[in-house]
């Protein structure tokens, strides 16, 4: 038998999955890190710890015999987080930047009151914002002492989580990355595949600590897994988390799109084999490479999705456990004009406002805690909702199907309003680890299991069609009250 061993790094926590030669998932475990606020505005986690436990939560799946059987492992990882190490020690410089930090706004907003903002999109598919990798980044190089005079010297080096973790896995032997993580840094060119020299200047940012950058389904490097395996593996199959779940759900054709629900949403559509200009209030990024071929995908980013229940559980303390939302939701018969925008950390696409503060609107003497729950889980579908909108008005491509993945999907009530809300069917994929079945099939293609893409569709779970319920009127007078709870939080934010 073959094994793959996936390792699922997110943003709140490391996953291990295991999956057999028919990608059947087999195990899976999770063992979570800390996230800290140092600043209001500034998110870290620990490098070290996020290794630490992907390397625990690997050695506690329930791996059968190496006699006999053949291993591999595979990755998907949280995107534009980064991390700067020292190249001789292996100890960051500095905790790793999380991708909802917003320490770098003030650089980002220097670069687009400078006029680069028309460039940096034309040629990295982004906008300048500190979401992605660069600002960060340059903070650390900026900020932290005698870390940009090391890293001039060729002594540190940078990397997304995958690359942070394939170069502690192999012991400092692979400093690589692939194409989809190195499109969400702010620094990589989608057109000529390289890392963009201009922009590295602009952002003064030496090029000698960058990854080298590869396909998706190439091999990446070899590890034992600090000796848990008898002899090393192959480590292939590697792409950002929402690429995976891309792939997973087997939305390789135009217009084909997934949301995937994490601790922000990712609403992603292929759209082709050609980067194409992303309408205002998106981005365009590679999405995955399979059979050298790159496929570009055109992404909205919706920054707290899943984040919002965390907070009702874990602050207010409205409901015990994420699961007991869908129970709440359900009590009440509506939201009783009550709308939550959970701009905790701005807002994101279309409208992408840094500055925005989240609100909870149309709060009376008659709100209940089952209004405010219902108001957060129908927030997830409206952000999700003003996505697809943009998408289907900027594209020239033909949106046909939308896929839902990630830990909220499983909840039946947000299925059921997402549907609602589009006013068009959704589907859920009968497998809640869509983005580690993603990195699987490339790992699969890597390793000449898979050679082409009709194979690879004989792998797909059975899928859950769920059909919109709601009338039309109220459909309309839901994103109304939407649009006006959004609006007022924009009139709030800083000029």
């Known amino acids: 038998m073959r094994y793959i061993i996936t390792i699922d790094q997110r943003t709140s926590s490391s996953k291990a999955l295991l999956f057999d030669e028919k990608l059947n998932l087999i195990d899976h ?13 500034w998110v870290e986690a620990d490098a070290e710890e996020i290794y630490t436990n992907t390397v625990a939560a690997i050695k506690q799946l329930s791996l059968p015999s190496f006699e006999g059987n053949e291993f591999s492992i595979s990755m998907v990882n949280q995107r534009e987080t980064v991390v700067l190490w020292d190249k001789k020690t292996g100890k960051p410089v500095y905790p790793a930047v999380m991708w909802q930090c917003r320490r770098g706004a003030a650089f980002c907003q220097e ?32 900020n932290i002492q005698s870390v940009r005079e090391r890293a001039e010297k060729g002594d540190i080096l940078m990397g997304t989580i995958d690359t942070w973790l394939i170069w502690k896995l192999t012991g400092g032997k692979s400093h690589v990355t692939d194409y989809s993580n190195a499109s969400r840094t702010l620094l990589f060119n989608i057109n000529s595949m390289e ?54 759900q087997l939305c390789f054709e ?64 409205l409901v015990d456990s994420t699961e007991d939302t869908q129970t709440l939701a359900q009590s009440v018969t509506g939201n009783g004009g009550v709308y939550f925008v959970p701009a905790f950390n701005g807002l994101g696409s279309p409208w992408w406002v840094p500055d925005a503060k989240a609100m909870i609107t149309g709060l009376t003497m008659q709100t209940t805690k089952a209004h405010v729950v219902r108001a957060a889980l129908e927030s997830i579908a409206y952000q999700v909702a003003d996505v697809v909108e943009l998408a289907m008005r900027g594209l020239t491509t033909p949106l046909r199907e939308l896929s839902i993945d990630g830990e909220s999907a499983k909840n039946d009530f947000l299925m ?26 490339l790992n699969c293609c890597a390793c000449g299991i898979f050679t082409s893409v009709d194979q690879i569709k004989e792998v797909r779970k059975i899928s859950e069609i769920c059909l919109p319920e709601m009338k039309p009127e109220e459909r309309i007078k839901n994103l109304q009250g939407w649009l006006q709870s959004v609006h007022a939080v924009m009139l709030t934010a800083k000029k």
């Open 195 to 248: 890392w963009d020299p201009d922009i590295l200047r602009v952002f003064t940012i030496p090029a000698c600590i960058l990854p080298e950058t590869k396909p998706s389904d190439s091999v990446f490097g070899e590890t034992d897994i600090e000796g848990l395996l008898p002899k090393p593996v192959q480590i292939a199959g590697v792409l950002g988390n929402s690429h995976g779940a891309l792939v997973g």
């Open 416 to 441: 059921q309003f997402q549907a609602d809300i589009l006013g068009f069917p959704v589907k859920r994929l009968g497998l809640e680890e869509a983005s580690g079945l993603g990195s699987a099939i």
């Open 111 to 142: 670069l687009i009151d400078k006029g680069y903002e028309a460039t940096i999109k034309e040629r990295t598919g982004l906008i300048p914002d500190t979401y992605f990798s660069g600002s960060g980044v340059k903070w650390i190089l900026d």
């Open 29 to 41: 475990k999770i063992i979570p890190h800390k996230i800290s606020h140092p600043r209001e505005d």
């Open 254 to 317: 135009p217009g084909e799109g997934k949301t995937t629900y994490g601790t922000g949403s990712s609403v992603m559509f292929n759209v082709g084999e050609k980067p194409v200009p992303a309408p205002n209030g998106m981005v365009c990024s590679v999405g995955y490479s399979m059979f050298d071929h790159n496929y570009y995908v055109v992404e909205g980013h919706v920054h707290s999705s899943g984040a919002v229940l965390d907070w009702i559980t874990n602050n207010l303390r």
